[in-house]
């Protein structure tokens, strides 16, 4: 008998429980613009590198470079041995010289009628066959000249004067440092927002506390199907000159913004893998519902909520953990942007 008296009175306490309003805070569900930082790991490399070699064998007879230079494009760096060349060139130069002469002798007597018009064609045949003779000889000794390619920087010297050079030996490396590529994974997903143009911060554990920043300049054209990542290749302006190819860089890319709804993470309740709010309706008492949602990515305190809600709408992000679907509540304050929820429960218990 005593125990019905106390299943009765444990029922007219749950009836109690449930038919006063349970106090609350809320919050809108904003439509904001989200942008997700990526972090990555790529080796910087030079903007242009060359081994520079020779395609002849020859002995060197001059070096005219040292170790870690900066040179301009067309800086002679080497010089191969050339003197029956330099005999060639001199003598093609003068055929040149005399060829010139007699086509113009011939091409003033043709003027004055003192001189054939086939003379004059066979004067300039002549002439053109001594200057391809003299672009044959340049050609010949331009091969026996290693010059820089670009402006930069060349590496360790790996020949010496008097040594015979074949093709394929390495006298040097030139690097063109000014602008440094660093190429980097991403996954898949975020594909639709990496564009050529974003923003990148890369560090390096040689420089702690600095930030070098570039930008995205292109994108592989395909998808690894393996790690369902994507390569992204950025260049990062080096003008002092600090960094180097090789290094390993920490490397953060801010995608591009979207359109995106979120609640503050503190709205959010988990059930296993199902999350859901609660959903506050209007009206002369106000209830709430619950909502399953699906969640995006997370950010410092809030969340992105890719379905189930909608702008505009107020759910529960204090109380929540005492609702169920249907309860009466109290709004008993709203949080506003810049507004944090502890700072407004010590206003309510300061009041």
Avoid at 182 to 198: H, K, Q, T, Y
Avoid at 249 to 267: C, F, G, H, K
Avoid at 293 to 309: D, F, N, Q
């Amino acid at each position: 008998m005593k125990l019905g008296y106390a299943l009765i009175g444990l029922g007219l306490l749950m009836v109690a429980s449930v038919s006063h309003a349970l106090d609350v805070i809320t919050a809108r569900v904003d439509a904001v613009e989200l942008n997700d930082t990526i972090e990555s790991l790529g080796t910087l490399r030079a903007k242009e590198a060359a081994d520079l070699t020779t395609s002849i064998t020859e002995i060197i007879s001059e070096i005219r470079f040292e170790d870690s230079q900066r040179v301009s494009a067309g800086q002679v760096l080497v010089t191969l041995t050339n003197r029956e060349q330099l005999a060639e060139l001199a003598s093609a130069e003068a055929s040149v010289d005399e060829a010139r002469r007699q086509f113009q002798r011939v091409q003033d007597l043709a003027q004055r009628g003192q001189e054939s018009r086939a003379i004059l064609d066979q004067r300039e045949r002549e002439l053109n066959t001594a200057l391809a003779r003299l672009q044959g000889v340049e050609a010949r000794l331009s091969d026996r000249l290693i010059v820089a390619p670009f402006d930069g920087v060349l590496g360790l010297r790996n020949v010496s004067a008097g040594s015979l050079l074949t093709p394929g030996t390495v006298v040097t490396t030139i690097l063109d440092d000014s602008v440094m590529r660093v190429d980097f994974s991403i996954p898949e997903r975020f594909l639709a927002l990496v564009n050529p143009g974003l923003s990148v911060l890369a560090r390096s554990v040689a420089f702690p506390g600095q930030d070098f920043s570039g930008k995205v300049t292109g994108l592989s054209n395909q998808v690894d199907p393996v790690t369902r990542s994507f390569q992204v290749r950025a260049e990062i302006p080096n003008e002092q000159l600090k960094l180097r190819p090789g290094m390993l860089m920490n490397v953060e890319l801010e995608t591009q913004s979207r359109q995106a709804l979120s609640v503050p993470e503190e709205a959010v309740l988990s059930r296993g893998r199902d999350h859901y709010v609660f959903v506050i309706e209007k009206g002369d008492q106000a209830t709430v519902r619950r909502r399953d949602i699906e969640l995006g990515r997370r950010y410092p305190g809030h969340v992105e909520v890719t379905a189930g809600l909608e702008a505009g709408e107020s759910v529960v992000i204090h109380g929540g953990f005492r609702l169920a679907d249907g309860d009466r509540v109290t709004v008993r304050a709203e949080l506003e942007s810049g507004q944090s929820l502890a700072a407004i429960l010590a206003g309510m218990t300061e009041s």
